[in-house]
């Protein structure tokens, strides 16, 4: 085992706030894309869902 | 369906078949992803040792280089599509390039970000203007550019063909980004991991580097799943399966 203590494990012998700025830059970034993926097809879906209810009323108009 | 038709390597080929299939294969790639991670995370903070020259600062390669591979990694495949796009014109391949660019930036932003706390504590400095890290940065511009002349020509075949030239052009800098630690002199560190031979580094620190390569290669594969379903159902739109699908969701 590396690390004695929680306070060892996140001082990183002194590098804690590169080790731990690289590690969490690295998450919140990632987490953004996934979130941005979830969003981007609830989107989709519901843009696609007027944009064929709005065909689907100007085929009606039209006949 | 016929037997002979599903065999066929083009059956996928097509968006209307590719889609419910990128559906089935993303959550094993995410869960896939999640493990790696998770393990490469247990080597690389429990196992591997203290470096002795470095200290703990050493333990952000267990990122950094996973990211540079990846970000160098979905560069090639992005041109391979691009290419594929170009000469076949076929639909899916334009799609999987538009939706492995998003993914491949950020990989190239994580590969700099980590880099620039990696570097500050053991050369001194944030960053300098040296081949290996010009050309990454160089990389970067072009998942950006190739992103940015896509979303700025309307029709969708001309910016399809725009961004594969654009892509298939920016290949040469892949190379280039590889080689730069040998062809010039670089602040930058030669490989510690290559085909030919050994790798000159402990070997727990080695496998955490490499799990985590596993876990981000698994992400990006994940990732990409998802953002190509979505830009199917955008393209397609004006087809009769698309409206089905979208029904259905209701």
């Known amino acids: ?63 | 369906m016929s037997k002979s038709k599903r065999s066929s390597l083009f059956y996928f080929s097509s968006p209307q078949t590719f889609y419910p299939l990128a559906g089935r294969m993303q959550p094993w790639f995410a869960g896939l992803a999640v493990l790696f991670c998770l393990v490469g995370l247990y080597i690389g903070f429990l196992v591997a040792p203290t470096d002795a020259q470095q200290g703990e600062s050493y333990r952000i390669i267990f990122i950094h280089v996973p990211a540079a591979w990846m970000s160098m990694f979905i560069y090639l495949v992005m041109g391979f599509w691009c290419g594929v796009g170009l000469v076949f014109n076929t639909r899916l391949s334009s799609m999987w390039a538009t939706s492995l660019a998003p993914t491949g930036a950020i990989f190239t932003f994580i590969a700099l970000w980590t880099g620039a706390l990696w570097g500050k504590p053991t050369w001194g400095t944030w960053w300098v203007w040296d081949a290996r890290l010009t050309s990454e940065l160089i990389l970067l511009f072009l998942y950006i550019g190739f992103m940015a002349l896509q979303a700025a020509i309307d029709d969708q075949r001309r910016a399809d063909k725009a961004g594969a030239v654009l892509a298939l052009v920016g290949v040469i800098n892949i190379p280039i980004i590889y080689f730069s630690v040998q062809w010039w002199s670089t602040l930058h560190q030669g490989s510690s991991v290559s085909m030919k031979s050994a790798p000159t580094m402990a070997m727990t620190m080695f496998a955490g580097m490499i799990v985590m390569a596993l876990g981000f290669w698994m992400y990006s594969i994940a990732a990409a799943l998802s953002r190509v379903r979505c830009v199917i159902l955008e393209r397609e739109r004006h087809t009769e399966w698309v409206m089905a699908e979208i029904g259905g969701q209701k």
Not at chain 1, 6 to 32: D, E, P, Q
Not at chain 1, 42 to 58: C, D, M, P, W
Request: aromatic share 16%.
């Open chain 1, 1 to 63: 085992m590396n690390w004695q203590s929680w306070s060892h494990f996140f001082a990183m012998g002194g590098y804690g706030l590169y080790v731990w700025g690289s590690y969490a830059v690295t998450l919140v970034v990632l987490v953004a894309e996934i979130v941005a993926l979830i969003m981007r097809r609830r989107g989709v879906i519901e843009s696609l869902t007027k944009y064929y209810e709005a065909r689907g009323r100007n085929n009606e108009t039209k006949a």
